[in-house]
């Protein structure tokens, strides 16, 4: 049997192995969890309440263990491994006891008063199989953020993680085989292959990654007329209005730019300052990154910033800053690799402009690329001129002009004067425009009726009769009649009542 080696990226060290999962076993995979669905879907979502939160009690003992394995396939943060748990704890409560309410049939009013005759219902029927594909920047909070909600839809669940980051989800496994709950959720690893037999056999297809993948997914998924849901890449502008609290803004870029050593897909990557405050907020800015401390941590928080993922997101990071600064940008901090391991000094960017790769394409690293803008007006232009459109942010002392430019941008995500708020609101949807992504996350009701199959049921509401207006056969006397009570109903003005010109369609 193949098997990948998991590194961790501060040192290099094998911290454990995973097996390739082929094609067929992820077929049969799908298989068992196709048969054990239907009892899934019939304990209804309070049932599954119930073993959704015995995974919240185990997430939340388990937190120590959870956190340890994280950190040492990511060489994160001790700080940033204990969110990932977090996050996903906090996630699990909010889909498990709001399901049953999401998931509710619904009686929407006919949309006329002659559709009265019917009892209108709408119920929401899960997708058997959903396949969650995700990248290695959360390897817990990122299979979290969509095996919960489907879990709670009444789907069973294959999910793929990265091949970078599998041990998380691997202990994600274990934890609801540790409370006995159905066979719905199982772990399928390896890489691209693996990923893409998931997409040949899943129901729907959840996938988290970056914009190349995403698009080869959706091109197959399209080709099955199978439904996906596509969460990619980012270049998320801030734009610092003159008027800014500027402590709070520095403070607050410098953490949107390199949590999580900037592999968020919603960091800032690229910021606009208005021209009376430039020199003040790239001051500040620098002070706030240059004081960041980096390295990996053990059990004991000592670092704000740890080690890029491999290898290859480094020499990524390396290329946009060393190409910037050939063609005449500035570093006022960091700009190069630090120590062993795969560790990018935090670093902030000047004179750049859209034609250098660290502003136009997604870095997904510790950068800051920042821009001079003389007005709001070409902050907001040079922030939608962007293939992309994940999130943003405004940072202004006028929560009115906040909003005013919120609403221009281009970006499926605006926070005023923070960064990631939208990431903890789980009753807002999270998607991106444009070539960050296909469909959203989330959004309360939306986030479990994505995964299901929206089917309309109608009763009569009325006793019956043998048979209905207008059946067989056809008699242009009922047709003209049931003409004349449509338009008194939907029409307007004398059209409502304009017998003599519904009387002329028989021929009259
Ligand atoms: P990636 O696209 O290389 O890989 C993502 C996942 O897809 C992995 O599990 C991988 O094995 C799998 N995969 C690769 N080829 C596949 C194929 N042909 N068929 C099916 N699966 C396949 O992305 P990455 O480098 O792991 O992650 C970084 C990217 O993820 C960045 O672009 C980042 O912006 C994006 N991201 C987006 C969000 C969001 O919510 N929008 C969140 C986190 C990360």
């Not at 859209?354 to 001079?372: Q, R």
Request: overall charge negative.
């Amino acid at each position: 049997m193949a098997e990948l080696d998991v590194r961790n990226p501060a040192t290099g060290e094998v911290v454990g192995h995973v097996p390739v999962t082929t094609a067929d076993e992820v077929a049969r995979a799908v298989d068992q969890l196709r048969a054990h669905q239907p009892a899934w879907e019939a304990l209804g979502a309070d049932g599954r309440k119930e073993w959704l939160l015995k995974l919240q009690d185990w997430l939340i003992d388990n937190t120590e263990e959870l956190a340890a394995v994280l950190q040492s396939e990511t060489a994160k943060p001790r700080v940033d491994a204990l969110i990932d748990p977090a996050f996903a704890i906090d996630l699990l409560g909010y889909y498990a006891r709001r399901a049953a309410k999401f998931l509710t049939d619904e009686h929407p009013s006919p949309h006329s008063p002659l559709a009265r005759a019917k009892k209108l219902t709408v119920t929401y029927r899960p997708y058997p199989v959903v396949g969650v594909i995700t990248p290695w920047n959360f390897p817990l909070a990122m299979p979290a953020i969509d095996i919960f909600p489907a879990l709670a839809a009444g789907a069973a669940v294959i999910l793929k993680p990265s091949e970078v980051t599998p041990l998380s989800a691997v202990e994600l496994a274990r934890g609801w085989a540790e409370i006995g709950a159905p066979p719905v959720f199982t772990v399928v690893t390896g890489a691209g292959e693996t990923g893409a037999a998931v997409v040949e056999h899943a129901d729907y297809v959840q996938f988290t990654g970056s914009t190349g993948t995403g698009r080869k997914i959706g091109t197959i998924c399209a080709e099955k007329l199978k439904p996906y849901s596509l969460e990619l890449g980012g270049k998320d502008p801030a734009i610092v209005l003159a008027d800014a609290d500027l402590d709070r803004a520095a403070h607050g870029i410098a953490y949107g730019g390199m949590f999580n050593a900037g592999q968020v897909c919603i960091s800032v990557e690229r910021v606009y300052v208005e021209a009376p405050v430039y020199d003040e907020f790239v001051e500040k800015l620098t002070a706030a990154v240059a004081a960041l401390r980096q390295g990996a941590d053990g059990r004991e928080s000592k670092n704000d910033v740890g080690a890029l993922a491999n290898e290859a997101q480094l020499r990524i990071v390396e290329r946009h800053v060393d190409e910037a600064v050939a063609a005449g940008a500035r570093v006022t901090t960091g700009g190069k690799r630090t120590g062993v391991g795969t560790f990018f000094a935090p670093t902030v960017l000047v004179d750049v402009d859209h034609s250098m790769a660290c502003v136009a394409e997604e870095t997904f690293g510790p950068t800051l690329p920042v821009m001079k803008v003389a007005d709001e007006a070409e902050a907001i232009a040079l922030a939608n001129d962007s293939r992309y459109g994940l999130s943003a942010s405004v940072w202004t002392g006028d929560k009115a002009r906040g909003e005013r430019v919120a609403r221009q941008l281009n970006a499926g995500a605006v926070n005023i004067n923070d960064v990631f708020a939208n990431l903890f609101n789980f009753a807002m949807p999270m998607g991106g425009w444009g070539e960050s992504g296909v469909g959203a996350r989330w959004g309360g009701a939306a986030g479990v009726r994505k995964y299901c199959r929206a089917q309309a049921i109608t009763a009569p509401a009325l006793p019956t009769m043998a048979k209905e207006l207008i059946w067989f056969p056809y008699d242009m006397n009922k047709l003209v009649f049931a003409l004349a009570a449509m338009r008194a109903a939907g029409a307007r003005g004398r059209r409502r009542f304009d017998l003599p010109r519904v009387w002329r369609l028989k021929g009259n």
